[in-house]
């Protein structure tokens, strides 16, 4: 009996927090899954309701632990909190679509008192706030009737119900609470890991990597994410931004008239064909470079496998594998612009809009930041368009836009999921009985056939930016920021953030193929410069050294230049090739077998 009246008291114990505060549980509980509801969340994930769970009871818990003075008004503090934050995000997603996230925030933090005015006038006072108002007010008028009346209500009920059955639902109900609790808490461990990893970042380099297996399922996580976000990437700016006023150009020999930039995205080397894969995916490039105008270069690793952390590496003269952050360098096209260079940038990803993603935040904080983007481009794209031959478009609508000296910089969707959406439907090449692997169900190699139309796709893209220059004297350099796992060796697709850095995942994600076009009068003009293009492209690179490189080709003299990170310079010196900070590639697959050509 000693035994069955402690367990009583433990599931008692245990369970109070709920038993004191059930309509705080209850209504905190719902604001979020009504949430999931009105705002379209994918409400079939069991982890959003398990942690939703874990998130009450601990809310609970801590009421518990004040002192009773200041309990209800601390109580009657996270009501306001919770129904605040999602009344706003209900109204956001009622008038725009949008959810919280970094840009909304950052649009917010950069209002000012007049446009705040135009915003209220314009905005606010419509039937979507009253809709909003409605169902907000709705569920807060019964949360308050139970809280003042609830009470009494149950006391009511319990005095018509015996005292020994109310004992036993006493237990059960305390045994329901404490066992699914747990199962919550067991559930949910990694998620809340990796919620306390991200809040507890000073950097926004590993941004990326956190997030992908966080899922920030109330209005309350997206907003306090939001924030976090903005900070992390708040500080970088301030870095880059001083280090940016200070870029010297000493010279310009303008070695390269026109230099064309194109930044494919989420390309497997091995689902080339000019890489050796036995679907016909990259026709053109194979042509040109049987043709002797193109150069394959063999050995390029990437050290990140986010595009925005890909961008930053790239894009900076600060290389990974050196101390300190991307932002202590400085931006290369900011410098081709100060040389003298039009610089022009036809973006698919990092656009200005209120609905961006974490992932194009993190990219589009520093490049649509607006005085780092006026140091650095002269053209820049407003339209977003469905496929990347779209840029060819866009490049057209600036003929009066560019000067003697040019570095054109075009950045693909490429091959990112979903494939199927990343080429017209009417020049499919492959289905899935061109996939000839018994190892695979029909629905894979329908996304491996899926994946291999893109890539034919993006080959076809590229092929027609190199037919836009060539007349011209004219050098294009072709690279995707990273690689992407499409059933070769891991039984997926997509990039796995989270998963052990083996040969296997790194020869997807981080091992990425990089090519250089040379027109026919720039082969002319530089025999010799294209002849050392050819003789290094066997060489081990890494793409967080190629501003160096870029820099060469300009002929752009500079404090910021490295010769010893440049390829083609004869100092150059092969630094460690680091990926994402923590490994080194070459110890890594040094016992690996070498793709075959």
Known sequence: MKIVGAFRKALLWLSYPIRKNPFFFLFMYLLVVFSFYYEDLPTSEILFYEGLFVDCYLLCSILLLLPHKVRRPVKCLFYFIGYAVTYVEWFLYARFWLRYTPTTIQLALETNQDEASDFMHAYLWNGKLWEVTWMIGSIAIVNIFLEIYGSRIFRAIRKRVPSRPRSVLAMLFGLSCISYTGYCLYTTREDKKHFI????????????????????????????????????????????????????????????????????????????????????????????????????????????NVTSNAFKSFLSTHSDDESGLWADGVLFPALFKKAGYTVSFFTQQFMKSTRLAAADFNGSFFLNDEELDSLCFDVRNLTKWKLDGGLIKEYGKHTNDYGKYNLIIFHFIGQHVDYSQRFPQSEKQFIANSITRDDLTEKEKTIIADYDNATYYNDKVVNAICSLFSEKDAILVYMPDHGEE????????????????????????????????????????????????????????????????????????????????????????????????????????????????
Request: proline share 5%.
């Open 197 to 304: 990893e991200y809040f507890s970042l000073n950097g926004a380099e590993r941004i990326e990597r956190v997030m992908g297996p966080i899922r920030f399922y109330s209005p309350m996580y997206r907003l306090a994410y939001s924030f976090k976000f903005t900070q992390l990437t708040a500080g970088e700016v301030e870095v880059l931004r001083k280090n940016m006023h200070e870029i010297e150009v000493d010279s310009c020999s303008f070695t390269c008239p026109n230099i064309i930039f194109v930044i494919g995205e989420s390309y497997n080397k091995r689902h080339s064909q000019l890489y050796g894969y036995s679907n016909e995916t990259t026709p053109f490039m194979k042509k040109r470079f049987e043709r002797g105008e193109l150069i394959r270069f063999t050995d390029v690793v990437t050290p990140w």
């Open 486 to 597: 499409i059933y070769d060796e891991i039984r997926a697709f997509g990039r796995l953030h989270d998963a052990n850095m083996t040969p296997a995942l790194v020869r997807a994600e981080f091992e990425i193929p990089l090519v250089v076009w040379g027109s026919k009068t720039f082969r002319r003009k530089h025999r010799t410069l294209f002849k050392q293009l050819k003789a290094i492209s066997d060489k081990p690179f890494k793409t967080d050294d190629i501003a160096h490189f870029f820099l060469n080709l300009g002929g752009i003299q500079t404090p910021f230049y490295d010769k010893t990170r440049d390829w083609l310079s004869p100092d150059y010196i092969r630094h460690p090739r680091i990926l994402k900070h923590t490994l080194d590639y070459d110890s890594l697959m040094e016992k690996e077998p070498k793709m075959q050509f």
